[in-house]
């Protein structure tokens, strides 16, 4: 596609249910993001593949928060056991190469809500 | 630690009118700094980058920004807004010697551009 996509644009769950969000980055790019946009909150980055290297998890905020990528394409982030404080807009982002100096496409995000 | 600051939850100005919206950077080394505008139910939208050269930046839909290191500032300017102007607009920003593939995000300015 044209753009980053990403699916479902709304999640409404109970807490401690499992969530798998998913992201298709732009053809080609090599780097994927997923940021966590908590209302009247910056964007929190969680984590960042680039091609084939280890992912760097580092913004995970728990062990209940894990993400995948197939090669250089779809990524899927998954949130087990979900809290009510996990209630965000979740957004990925790509990029065409790994240079911090290229600017990064986002999708319009995921809304989730745990009620 | 990194850190970009958007000191206004909210900045209003009437069409036709010159608009700012400000941001402050804290970051270890040469800064590069980005800003975003994400529109209502849409992604988030490249505007324009500052890596290095000159401090007036020009981007996307008549936005310039001023990299002052002086006074860590990279504020947002436009001579003449537009309603259709109106959107969340993110500063990010991050060092080149520390972790750079993590842009730190601001926490977003709303502009409201009245008819």
């Known amino acids: 596609g044209a753009g980053v996509s990403q699916s479902p644009s709304n999640k409404v769950t109970e807490k401690g249910k499992d969530v798998e969000l998913r992201c298709d980055p732009i053809s080609g790019h090599t780097a994927l993001y997923w940021y966590r946009q908590r209302l009247g909150q910056g964007l929190e980055f969680l984590i960042y593949?680039?091609?084939?290297?280890?992912?760097?998890k580092s913004g995970l905020p728990s062990d209940r928060f894990s993400a995948e990528r197939t090669g250089e394409s779809v990524s899927t982030l998954t949130i087990q056991r979900t809290q009510q404080e996990d209630s965000a807009v979740y957004l990925c982002?790509?990029?065409?190469?790994?240079?911090?100096?290229?600017?990064?496409?986002f999708g319009s995000g995921t809304q989730l809500s745990v009620l | 630690a990194q850190s970009v600051a958007q000191p206004e939850d909210q900045v209003n100005v009437a069409e036709g009118n010159p608009l700012t919206v400000k941001c402050t950077y804290s970051v270890s080394g040469n800064p590069y700094l980005f800003w975003y505008v994400q529109y209502p139910n849409r992604g988030l939208q490249f505007l324009l980058k500052?890596?290095?050269?000159?401090?007036l930046v020009k981007g996307s839909y008549g936005f310039e920004a001023e990299f002052n290191k002086s006074q860590t500032s990279f504020h947002l300017k436009k001579p003449s807004a537009l309603v259709s102007d109106s959107a969340l607009y993110f500063c990010?920003?991050?060092?080149?010697?520390?972790?750079?593939?993590?842009?730190?995000f601001g926490t977003g300015t709303r502009l409201l551009v009245s008819p």
């Open positions: 990010a920003g991050g060092g080149a010697n520390t972790g750079f593939q993590k842009l730190v």
């Open positions: 500052y890596i290095t050269g000159d401090n």
């Open positions: 982002a790509s990029r065409a190469f790994d240079s911090f100096n290229e600017k990064l496409f």
């Open positions: 593949f680039q091609g084939n290297s280890a992912p760097d």
